[in-house]
T-cell receptor, first 118, second 114 residues
Framework: AQSVAQPEDQVNVAEGNPLTVKCTYS??????LFWYVQYPNRGLQFLLK??????LVKGSYGFEAEFNKSQTSFHLKKPSALVSDSALYFC????????????????FGIGTKLQVIP | NAGVTQTPKFQVLKTGQSMTLQCAQD?????MSWYRQDPGMGLRLIHY???????DQGEVPNGYNVSRSTTEDFPLRLLSAAPSQTSVYFC?????????????FGDGTRLSIL
């Protein structure tokens, strides 16, 4: 069974400081990893993904994520946080496994609330 | 493109009532899914569809039905509402079976069961 862990319920960071939101995963086979952001009363929005290749992936709004296969991690990072980055962040994993109709199940973490303090 | 549209945005039901949550997408996506979001539990898959006429159960399907008569629409039916179904419901779609495609989400339906 595949799983995703986001060990921090909330991350607080001062505006202008670098931020990291942690994610670790467990899958059989090669992982396909995603980060989504959710603003209040909105649906999840795609930020970035890791499929293969370069371990550092760049995405929307200046975010990037580093894939580390040996540590089974996919931490989300941003060099300089903005107050507008305050939101709920979800890590998700999908893997190539046998399933009905070819649907590859995606597993979401429970989310990490990012609070950027002015 | 409107993307994924969910209606209603808010709903209050009494225990035992039934209702249908609507979901429509205008991106010609094959795959559509319903999730519920509860505090501390992330998103859990209720039902999904890999194309018109094809649906299957996710991890928490009990008490819910779906159908997919067209590519665009994927309604979720609550048969007899229970307080445990109080949640925020999200519909999502993605283009096809390609494993590297992210999902597109609607803005959710906030449902309270009294």
């Amino acid at each position: 069974a595949q799983s995703v862990a986001q060990p921090e319920d909330q991350v607080n960071v001062a505006e202008g400081n670098p931020l990291t939101v942690k994610c670790t995963y467990s899958v059989s086979g090669n992982p396909y990893l995603f980060w989504y952001v959710q603003y209040p009363n909105r649906g999840l929005q795609f930020l970035l993904k890791y499929i293969t290749g370069d371990n550092l992936v760049k995405g929307s709004y200046g975010f990037e994520a580093e894939f580390n296969k040996s540590q089974t991690s996919f931490h989300l990072k941003k060099p300089s946080a903005l107050v507008s980055d305050s939101a709920l962040y979800f890590c998700a994993v999908r893997a190539l496994t046998a399933s009905s109709g070819g649907y590859q199940k995606v597993t979401f973490g429970i989310g990490t609330k990012l609070q950027v303090i002015p | 493109n409107a993307g994924v549209t969910q209606t209603p945005k808010f709903q209050v039901l009494k225990t035992g009532q039934s209702m249908t949550l609507q979901c429509a997408q205008d991106m010609n996506h094959e795959y559509m899914s319903w999730y519920r979001q509860d505090p501390g539990m992330g998103l859990r898959l209720i039902h999904y569809s890999v194309g018109a006429g094809i649906t299957d159960q996710g991890e928490v399907p009990n008490g819910y039905n779906v159908s997919r008569s067209t590519t665009e629409d994927f309604p979720l039916r609550l048969l007899s509402a229970a307080p445990s179904q109080t949640s925020v419901y999200f519909c999502a779609s993605r283009p096809d079976r390609s494993i590297n495609q992210p999902q597109h989400f609607g803005d959710g339906t906030r449902l309270s069961i009294l």
